[in-house]
């Protein structure tokens, strides 16, 4: 494990990718948007990795210490084994054994969610103190969220995403700067044309709280670094939402880019990170599908005062997913009845 590597691809796993072409540009974009992002996003990164690390080590400790209390139990009983006592948490003991989790920092999985909370505090407190207090415990929380998940039977069909950064941060913001129902940043307004493909640029930067051309085509860049089909995903899903919010919600909005990040997150996730089985009317339908519902979503979660942040492509996401699995264990079930 190499524990630098693994922060720096963190910036890129927060686009579902892993390699160094994504991560490297995402850090480019971040540098448009503000130096004092990148400095954010990979003290986050390096703090929920950290937290990771040490939690799964208290686990393989804790579960240690019990294998080792069952067996002094069951050599201590005349008939051997005590199932009761015998009975530890091999899961995170094996787990750490096999590297899973030092894997899994290595690859940025286990940091992703702290960088987009540094961003967020820099762009809510700007930089400073409270951005650092800010990054410091709200990478940890996600640390938590994400360590806390499984124990809580949480799905393994349900990939955790940037949920944990969306609920942490969504509550700091409420707690420490009230959201503001506005539009987002003001943007020079032309032609339709000129503006849904403005907004789609901008779109791809907003998903790391952006709102550039320059830093859009950077994130694009690195997801066609990583691959032409996360590449065309990418730029379908922003250029869908941002039709589809010009449409549907106002041209103020769409030009901004806060209709294009939700949609290209949901299209990467559902046509790359997660492709569906079947036609190819399926496999391309459904990630469109799911990019336009991102739309009236973000509108709904910002009419009540929440920031929104990447929810609608968690909520969308979780949903189509949770749909499969059910579709597939009902397909199991029918099959085993026969």
Known sequence: MNFL???????????????????????????????????????????????????????????????????????????????????????????????????????????????????????????????????????????????????LSWPESLPLL?????????????????????????????????DVLAGAMRGAHQVILGGSVLGGLLVLAGMFAAGWRAGVWAAAGTMVGTLVGFVGIGQGPAASGLLGYGALLVTVALGVAFPARGSRILRIGVPILAAAVTVPLWWAITAVGVAPYTWPFVLVTWTVLALRSRQWRAGEARHDER
């Open 162 to 194: 940037t949920g944990p950064f969306c609920l942490v941060n969504s509550i700091a913001v409420a707690v420490a700067v009230p959201f503001e129902r506005t539009p987002g940043a003001v943007v020079p307004l032309g032609s339709p044309v000129h």
């Open 5 to 151: 590597r693994g922060i720096i691809r963190a910036q890129g796993q927060i686009f579902l990718q892993a390699g160094w072409g994504p991560a490297v540009f995402a850090l480019a974009a971040m540098t448009v948007a503000s130096p004092w992002f990148v400095l954010a996003a990979l003290a986050g990164a390096a703090v929920q990795a950290g937290c990771a690390l040490g939690l799964a080590g208290w686990d393989d400790a804790r579960g240690l210490h019990r294998l080792r209390e069952g067996g002094n139990r069951a050599r201590s009983r005349a008939l051997g084994h005590d199932p009761e006592s015998s009975r530890v948490d091999a899961k995170a003991l094996a787990r750490n054994r096999t590297g899973t989790i030092p894997a899994e920092v290595d690859q940025g999985l286990h940091g992703f969610n702290g960088a987009l909370t540094g961003c967020a505090a820099v762009l809510a407190c700007g930089p400073g103190i409270p951005a650092a207090l800010w990054t410091l415990a709200g990478s940890a929380v996600c640390a938590l969220i994400v360590w806390g998940a499984p124990k």
